[in-house]
């Protein structure tokens, strides 16, 4: 199996510009979550899917993120309008209900 | 409030010379224990899940341990591939889901 892919590895980007974050989890996994992590605050878990529904958004940090999981293999973090304070590595796992999470590679965002 | 606590920080080792990290935790209800490692540029990468105390694992040089209140992962006769960071997190009882909270992570670094 390939693991978690995400996409893309490293996204530079200026204020206000809308930035897209792609990933496939595992296949057969039916969990998948979005991670933040930063220096300051280590890994911040933003939102989970279950069966493609989201069930728990609460670490959405504002109207300016949103998510989508249109199917089993492949989900979206948006953020738009993108903000300096949004630069970050992103990372997508996911597991087989609670079982173990899986990590991608994270995608490293810099917004200027 | 669920809270994971990681100690140190940093940590610096020669090659060799045994040592422990620690995790403490506060959480309504443990639902399981994680223990991660995270090499630069990567996502993490799973090791050890711990469920009650008392319960042990081991993996190579490793070894985490559980009690109601912390966990420790003991690191014997560390080797330089041995450094990375480490991260510590939780899935507590009072959720339906299967999300971690994750502590800041202990950074190891293993001098030959």
């Known amino acids: 199996d390939a693991g978690v892919i995400q996409s893309p590895r490293h996204e530079v980007t200026e204020m206000g510009q809308e930035v897209t974050l792609r990933c496939k989890p595992i296949s057969g996994h039916n969990s998948l979550f979005w991670y933040r992590q930063t220096m300051m605050r280590g890994l911040e878990l933003l939102i989970y899917f279950n069966n493609n529904v989201p069930i728990d958004d609460s670490g959405m940090p504002e109207d300016r993120f949103s998510a989508k999981m249109p199917n089993a293999s492949f989900s979206t973090l948006k953020i738009q309008p993108s903000e300096p304070r949004d630069s970050a590595v992103y990372f997508c796992?996911?597991?087989f209900g609670q079982g173990i999470l899986f990590f991608g590679s994270g995608t490293q965002l810099s917004v200027l | 409030e669920d809270q994971v606590t990681q100690s140190p920080e940093a940590l610096r080792l020669q090659e060799g010379e045994s040592s422990s990290l620690n995790c403490s935790y506060t959480v309504s209800g443990l639902r399981g224990l994680f223990w991660y490692r995270q090499d630069p540029g990567k996502g993490p990468e799973f090791l050890f899940t711990l469920y009650s105390a008392g319960e042990e694992k081991e993996k190579e040089r490793l070894k985490a341990t559980l009690t109601k209140k912390e966990s420790f992962l003991h690191i014997t006769a560390p080797k330089p591939e041995d450094s990375a960071t480490y991260l510590c997190a939780v899935r507590h009882g009072s959720s339906n889901t299967g999300k971690l909270i994750f502590g800041q992570g202990t950074t190891l670094q293993v001098k030959p």
């Open positions: 796992a996911s597991s």
